[in-house]
């Protein structure tokens, strides 16, 4: 028995996904600011403070307060509910911001909390919360990839989130460490321990183009990892965007191009 919201789900495309959520009569999903696609005629769409969830406050204050922490994570102080006014079971959709997978969270399932990256969250059954997750070490927050806050989401019912490129969901093992690139971390379950490994050997940090630090993450519990953060990649694309064209006035044009593989 879950004292969330029970939807229903189906999953649509392979690179760029979308989420279909379906509604019972009076049921609710919760979704970012932007992340809406498209929904049937009787789903009534509103504005709310913070997640709606059992464990927000109800008073004024109470309300401001659980709204204001999701400045910290860099979300804005409203979300969007949709809920089924009609007879009948109703369909909401809503759209990943970038290519890559969308990953499901069935929090029953999962020990009741996942703890992910500030901009992951794309939409949840009414209930889940959706709060903020401190780092417990000054390293791990400094360097760590994703600064001393992360988003928490609790509940028991489904939450989904958005990573960049192709999931990979692993099991740890108790002690299993998994070392990997600081911004590839999607999310995971409470029992891991999220910590920092300074990269050996001056070669290494000088010349390895990878950074200076890895994400240490240590079971027991699941990990999701992603293939391609949205920092790298905004990083290729301006990288790509300030470079200047060799046929804009270069001796070679095209042929230019050509020879030196940009072509």
């Known amino acids: 028995m ?19 959520i379906e509604l019972d009569p009076n049921e609710t999903a919760i979704a970012e600011s932007g992340a809406f696609m498209m929904m049937d005629n009787d789903i009534y769409m509103n504005t709310i403070f ?32 949709f809920t089924n006014i009609g ?17 499901v969270f069935d929090l029953q399932q999962l020990g009741g909390k996942i703890v992910a990256q500030k901009d992951a ?3 949840a059954a ?25 988003e928490k989401l609790e509940g028991d019912g489904f939450a989904f989130a958005h990573a960049g490129g192709y999931v990979i969901e692993r099991e740890l093992k108790a002690g ?8 590839c971390v999607v999310a995971y379950t409470a029992g891991v321990d999220f910590d920092i ?34 920092s790298r990649l905004a990083g290729r694309i301006l990288q790509y965007g300030m470079y200047r064209r060799k046929e ?9 191009d050509l020879l030196d593989g940009r072509e």
């Open 50 to 81: 913070g997640d709606g969830s059992r464990q927000q406050n109800d008073s004024v204050l109470g309300k401001i307060f659980s709204a204001g922490k999701r400045l910290l994570v860099g979300e804005s102080l409203f979300m969007t509910s």
């Open 126 to 150: 009414k209930g889940v919360s959706v709060g903020i997750e401190f780092q417990k070490r000054l390293g791990t927050g400094i360097f760590g990839g994703e600064g001393f806050i992360m």
């Open 248 to 256: 804009e006035g270069g001796v070679l044009g095209g042929l230019g």
């Open 87 to 103: 007879q009948g079971k109703k369909r909401v959709s809503f759209a990943a911001p970038f290519a890559g997978k969308i990953i």
């Open 121 to 123: 969250f794309l939409c």
């Open 2 to 20: 879950r004292n969330d919201h029970e939807i229903d789900y189906r999953i649509y495309g392979e690179e760029l996904q979308y989420v279909e």
């Open 197 to 230: 490994e300074f990269i050996k050997g001056i070669k290494n940090w000088m010349f390895g183009g990878e950074g200076l630090f890895f994400a240490m993450l240590r079971g027991p519990g699941k990990v999701w990892l992603q293939s391609l953060p949205i």
């Open 176 to 183: 299993e460490i998994v070392k990997v690139d600081t911004g």
